[in-house]
Structure formats: structure tokens, C-alpha cells
């Protein structure tokens, strides 16, 4: 019996001496928080940098369905520009449509389609009807 309480004891004692001291967790919330508040007044954060430009561009150009990033639609001007329209209409959504546009260029904007430069259309024409259809006929 005395071996077996001796070796009990043993034991425990050997395990306790493995184990980590242990903090209380208000005191563990409260190491977080301070954590937490100076790893974001450490983050700086950029205001948006996208630009639009005061001046209006106009110009013609062909609406070109794209099959990247999902599809879309981008204009190429008559100089071989590539132009990223961010609100072109659907009637105006025509594969190989001729249009006469003016609006404003947007600069330091990022877009998932990384094609051309991002566009605002104030005013648009249609020259010349395009195909119609969904993403999957257009291809």
C-alpha cells in the first residue's frame, strides 16, 4: 500500500512540475487587448486614391467582349487605347458596337479585370449595333 500511495504522489508531483503556470484568464483577455489596441495603431491606412479626371474625354470606340475574369465588356478607342467602362448600359453591351463616348478617366483605381484604364461615361452613342447575346455566345 505504502509503494502504491508513494508512487501515486510521485506521479502527480512529476506531472505538475511538466505543466505551464497558469494565468488567469481576466488577465489573459485584459494582455489581448492591449495586444490587439497596439498592433492597429500600428496599421496606417490609406485613404482611396482613385482620381477622376476633371478633364472629359471624348472619343469613338468599339465595345469588345473580353472572356477574363469572368467577361466583360471594355472599349478600344480608334488609337488602340484600352478603355474600361464602369457603367456602360446593358442596350450598349453589343460585341463589336461602334459608339461615340465622353466621360472622365479614372486613375489609381484597381478593378479584379486589370484591362485598361477604368472609365466614366457621361454620355454615350450608338454608331454601329454590335452582337448581342450572353457571355456564352459571344465567345
Known sequence: MFKQMTCVVLSVGILMSCQQKSTNPIDKSAQLDVVAKSEVSKVSVKPSQTKVDLKQLSFTATVKYMNLEGGFFGLVSKEGKHWLPMNLNKEFQQDGAVIKVR?????????????????????????????????DNLL
Open 103 to 135: 466621360g472622365n478617366a479614372l486613375t489609381g483605381m484597381m478593378t479584379t479585370q486589370q484591362w485598361g484604364t477604368p472609365f466614366s461615361i457621361k454620355h454615350i452613342e450608338l454608331i454601329r449595333a454590335g452582337r448581342k447575346g450572353t457571355a
